[in-house]
């Protein structure tokens, strides 16, 4: 159903590698947002981006990076100083002014 | 700070059962509060908001600002109803859901 892709679905890494999780969007809209899914806990945000070449950390940006430099792409790096990195991580666009997010498939990442 | 919770992490019941998931939030102004649902192998989705007071799926859900609740009702389970859903709260302008930890539905024959 498109609209908004996540990739790799699936990542392994190495301790102290950083890795990159593509999210790209092709619905137009400004608000991006990642936030991570653990078991019990649910979800909690990452970074989050209302406008393009800006963005404001969320509850758990200890350890993560992100970038916005074009409209459909907010890529998530998870870098080496993240302690607890092995998560599904899940991507969001924002509905403008009704709080609805749309989420992609997620990316699973384990750390070896 | 704003809170949801979920006291439940499971929620099994039969078939034709009522279902009632529970959803409290903490919040000292004016909230705005959601429904989202996951199916097994579906992404997330959003099942139904407070300010629509619609009902999707046979599901409602009503905000009673005494109790600082939002609970999740349908009055007869469906098998496909098994899922997991999250309780969530906007607090602002910029769509920043706090999610809650979730409950897992099981709906048994």
């Known amino acids: 159903d498109g609209g908004i892709t996540q990739s790799p679905k699936y990542l392994f890494r190495k301790e102290g590698q950083n890795v990159t999780l593509s999210c790209e969007q092709n619905l137009n809209h400004d608000a991006m947002y990642w936030y991570r899914q653990d078991p019990g806990q649910g979800l909690r945000l990452i970074y989050y981006s209302q406008i393009v070449n800006d963005f404001q950390k969320g509850d758990i940006a200890e350890g993560y990076s992100v970038s916005r430099e074009k409209k459909e792409s907010f890529p998530l790096t998870v870098t080496s100083a993240q302690k607890n990195p092995t998560a599904f991580y899940l991507c969001?666009?924002?509905?403008?002014?009704?709080?609805?997010?749309?989420f992609g498939e997620g990316s699973r990442l384990t750390v070896l | 700070a704003q809170r949801v919770t979920q006291p439940e992490k499971l929620l099994s019941v039969f078939k034709g059962a009522p279902v009632e998931l529970k959803c409290n939030y903490s919040y000292s102004g004016s909230p705005e509060l959601f429904w989202y649902v996951q199916y097994s192998r579906q992404r997330l989705q959003l099942l139904l908001r407070h300010i629509s007071r619609e009902s999707i799926k046979g599901f409602t859900a009503d905000l009673n600002k005494g109790e600082t609740s939002f609970h999740l009702k349908k009055p007869f389970a469906q098998e496909e109803d098994s899922a997991m859903y999250y309780c969530?709260?906007?607090?602002?302008?910029?769509?920043?859901?706090?999610f809650g930890t979730g409950t897992r539905l099981q709906v048994t024959l």
């Open positions: 969530a709260l906007n607090t602002g302008t910029a769509s920043k859901l706090t």
């Open positions: 969001a666009i924002g509905q403008e002014n009704t709080g609805e997010l749309f």
